[in-house]
């Protein structure tokens, strides 16, 4: 269970904290709580002395609390210096008892530190006054001045203002999800063999989430297949008229030619492509089921969605398909929504085992679509049995690759150079650099590549467990006012696609799951996250933490730790309460201001 001492004296306004937090944010901080325990939170009034702030952020908590999504934070930039400084300083004293406090490497005083690698030399200073209060709750505040007063009950009377349009906006909490039979008749049939997208992925998720009740809460949204135009948003012209036009026989007749050298095809096609009678109905109906998905939740009408869909598309390349993915869904939502719908940031998160290289190729200079994948990658020996040259080949997706001319920062890339990735390496890639840099960005809509192929038992070798697949979804519910996309990607085998897309949407529908166990990094995974991470410091003002620690000295003020408290209280330490004989009583106090 999580208790929170909920003191709401941090807020714009408390003149006893004269802080500068937002009421927005404490919804935020609740709901990242949520993730942990299962959901099973407590949350206990302290403080609070400004009415305003103070009746704004416990209306921001409890509309997390009662499943709402936070309201949408502005893009927070690089945090204060001196909040930096603290917050090394208590991971430094810390990380020996912690295994997640593990990103920070030791300070060697003998070997200078590599280029553009800070040190940080904690210090355990009280910056206090010289004679401690015998109990500061009660001593005097500074309060504001009669004009600051004025500009903080402006400031935050525009705050409820802009809180209750969001509020208005949201007038459903449902989740929706897009489905079709049609999709089924891809790659079927006797002549389709050795086909891992098969048609049985799509029923083993929608029975078992009809079998469970999860679809009887849901809202099924309206299918139709993609639109005359809408394929060339992502794909260029030649491929897309193939795309919007082509018959199941001519995608047959390319597919079953592809391997043949003396076939005189105008398109490149892979040979892991497969089509069936079907197929040209298929790929249209996988755009536009994902389509009506988002248009559903950018509209307000659902809260969240999911878009049962296949083929997959995030292989899918503007000039070709690739990888059993025909046209790229993802991508072709994305380009919807800045092209047509008029969105200036879209998040695109991706962790389907695969590097989703289709999807990188078409943002890789746009800066309105931030692009983050976790998947395996290269480890440098080609070794197949560690990780080794994993698809799609080639160096694309590798940490370096950051994007290009005014995309540069834009795409971000942490490839797992090993095998095996659990629950805990996937948590902290998601708490070290996917959610501090979303919300640097600030998007108004994420889409999600679901690839359930790093899960646990699949083909990619992994382990994430549906636990994991929770916990990322819920994560990402706390960006862009809750709009999140979820669009299927990989995942074959049967019990992996049933718990996974169950786990994802209970998830979307803030219902519990039962099994939460500590998590904490790899070793291996550790020095993949720090590659990405030393990677994007220079683009992302929000990563401040890789730095090399010094080990902790104390203040030479402070007293040695075998002398007792109360003469500690003398000396004016902190965290040394004053001796219980030195408090003096209620009527004893004079309480000024």
């Known amino acids: 269970m999580v208790i929170v001492s909920a003191g709401y004296d941090a807020a714009i306004g408390c003149p006893e904290g004269r802080m500068n937090v937002s009421p927005a944010f404490y919804g935020h901080f609740t709901h990242a709580l949520m993730n942990l325990a299962g959901g099973k939170i407590a949350v206990i009034l302290e403080g609070g002395y400004c009415a305003d702030s103070l009746s704004e952020g416990v209306a921001c908590t409890l509309e997390v609390l009662l499943g709402r999504p936070p309201i949408p934070l502005p893009a927070l930039g690089r945090p204060d210096q001196s909040v930096v400084d603290s917050i090394l300083n208590v991971i430094s004293v810390l990380r020996d008892h912690w295994k997640g406090l593990v990103f920070q490497d030791r300070f060697d005083v003998g070997v200078p530190p590599s280029k553009g690698m800070k040190v940080h030399k904690p210090e355990v200073v009280f910056n206090g006054p010289t004679e401690p209060c015998a109990n500061e709750a009660y001593c005097a505040s500074v309060l504001y001045s009669a004009s600051e007063r004025v500009d903080i009950r402006h400031r935050l009377a525009a705050l409820k203002s802009s809180y209750d349009v969001f509020r208005k906006s949201k007038s459903s909490l449902r989740t929706c999800y897009g489905y079709d039979i049609g999709m089924l008749d891809h790659a079927s049939g006797p002549l389709v063999t050795d086909v891992w997208d098969t048609p049985q992925r799509l029923e083993w998720i929608y029975d078992h989430l009809k079998h469970c009740g999860i679809l009887h809460a849901c809202h099924a949204v309206d299918v139709l297949p993609a639109g005359k135009g809408k394929m060339a948003l992502f794909h260029d012209s030649t491929y897309a008229e193939v795309l919007e036009t082509a018959s199941d026989e001519a995608f047959i007749q390319t597919v079953k030619f592809h391997t043949d050298p003396a076939t005189d095809i105008s398109l490149r096609w892979a040979a892991d492509l497969f089509a069936s009678k079907g197929s040209a109905d298929a790929i249209r109906l996988a755009v536009g089921c994902l389509q009506s998905v988002v248009d559903e939740v950018l509209g307000g009408k ?210 519990p799951l039962v099994k939460q166990e500590s998590l904490h990094p790899s070793e291996k995974a550790v020095r993949d996250i720090k590659s990405a991470l030393d990677i994007q410091t220079p683009y992302w003002t929000c990563l401040q933490y890789r730095v090399l620690l010094e080990e902790p000295s104390v203040n030479p003020q402070a007293p040695p730790p075998n002398q007792s408290q109360a003469q500690a209280s003398e000396q004016g330490v902190v965290g040394n309460p004053p001796s219980e004989e030195s408090i003096p009583s209620l009527s004893e106090l004079t309480i000024t201001g």
């Open 302 to 511: 659902s809260l969240n969605g999911f878009a049962i869909v296949r083929p997959p598309g995030h292989h899918a390349h503007s000039n070709h398909p690739a990888g059993f993915c025909f046209a790229n869904n993802v991508g072709i939502a994305a380009k919807t929504l800045i092209e047509q719908r008029g969105l200036k940031r879209v998040l695109i998160v991706d962790y389907d085992v695969h590097h989703g290289d289709g999807v990188q190729e078409a943002f890789y200079d746009d800066p309105r679509v931030l692009y983050i994948s976790i998947h395996r990658g290269l480890n440098g020996t080609k070794s197949k049995e560690n990780g080794g040259d994993f698809y799609p080949l080639g160096p694309g997706k590798g940490a370096k690759n950051v994007g290009t001319r005014a995309g540069v920062g834009f795409n971000i890339n942490l490839p797992w150079t090993e095998k095996e990735k659990a629950d805990g390496d996937y948590i902290s890639a998601f708490l070290q650099l996917v959610m501090p840099v979303a919300y640097e960005f600030a998007p108004e809509m994420t889409l999600v590549c679901c690839g359930f192929d790093a899960a646990a038992g699949d083909k990619g070798q992994m382990s994430v467990s549906p636990a994991g697949f929770y916990l990322m979804t819920r994560m990402l519910k706390s960006l862009a006012g809750g709009r999140l996309v979820l669009a299927l990607e990989g995942g074959y085998k049967q019990e992996v696609l049933e718990q996974s897309s169950e786990a994802v949407m209970r998830a979307l529908m803030d219902l």
